[in-house]
T-cell receptor, first 115, second 111 residues
Framework: DAGITQSPRYKITETGRQVTLMCHQT?????MFWYRQDLGHGLRLIYY???????DKGEVPDGYVVSRSKTENFPLTLESATRSQTSVYFC??????????????FGPGTRLTVL | DAKTTQPTSMDCAEGRAANLPCNHS???????VYWYRQIHSQGPQYIIH???NNETNEMASLIITEDRKSSTLILPHATLRDTAVYYC????????????FGTGTRLTIIP
């Protein structure tokens, strides 16, 4: 299906485990983003990528690793999960090409609980 | 880079116009005003954006003051499905595409 998808939608893990959240988009957008949203707060940017093999830190990158070997995929890895990383994670993509303004398209989110 | 300022919450009667204010007094000349909304448990959704002129699309209207220090998002005939958190964001329209979200306004449409 066309669009932006995230998997898994729900994940429960334990402290210290490695967890990878997947994000896939079918539009060939050059930009992709990872945000986290904690209860009662707005979204905070974790990492973003301007193109394949180009990534950069956002506001709250500590404890996370990203990669972008293919344009359509942007996985987010928690190398050693902590309880403070319990959150809802949103992936987004965007591209100026043919549009003239920046509209980010968001995935449905992954709800992660770290016990 | 200061974020925008919005009221924490607002109510609006169904069928009436919802007017959501936003203060962005530190906006620079190359920054646009973008509005997104987030319906419960979903990812944010783009609504509208503008630079200095008023804008209208199928979802909403955006009124930007002449000095560009504030703006108002207008949902002309609010429905229950418009209940959401609305985010006002200032950003450049070229180069880096990052969005910086604040805490937004929680709009509740009252039947």
């Amino acid at each position: 299906d066309a669009g932006i998808t995230q998997s898994p939608r729900y994940k429960i893990t334990e402290t210290g485990r490695q967890v990878t959240l997947m994000c896939h988009q079918t539009w060939s957008h050059s930009y992709m983003f990872w945000y986290r949203q904690d209860l009662g707060h707005g979204l905070r940017l974790i990492y973003y990528s301007a193109a394949a093999d180009i990534t950069d830190k956002g506001e709250v990158p500590d404890g996370y690793v990203v990669s972008r070997s293919k344009t359509e995929n942007f996985p987010l890895t928690l190398e050693s999960a902590t309880r403070s990383q319990t959150s809802v994670y949103f992936c987004a993509s965007s591209d100026l090409l043919g549009r003239g303004y920046n509209e980010q398209f968001f995935g449905p989110g992954t709800r992660l609980t770290v016990l | 880079d200061a974020k925008t300022t919005q009221p924490t919450s607002m109510d609006c009667a169904e069928g009436r116009a919802a007017n959501l204010p936003c203060n962005h007094s530190t906006i620079s000349g190359n920054e646009y005003v973008y509005w997104y909304r987030q319906i419960h448990s979903q990812g944010p959704q783009y609504i509208i954006h503008g630079l200095k002129n008023n804008e209208t699309n199928e979802m909403a209207s955006l009124i930007i003051t002449e000095d560009r220090k504030s703006s108002t998002l207008i949902l002309p005939h609010a429905t229950l499905r418009d209940t959401a958190v609305y985010y006002c964001i200032k950003r450049s329209n070229f180069g880096n595409e990052k969005l910086t979200f604040g805490t937004g306004t929680r709009l509740t449409i009252i039947p």
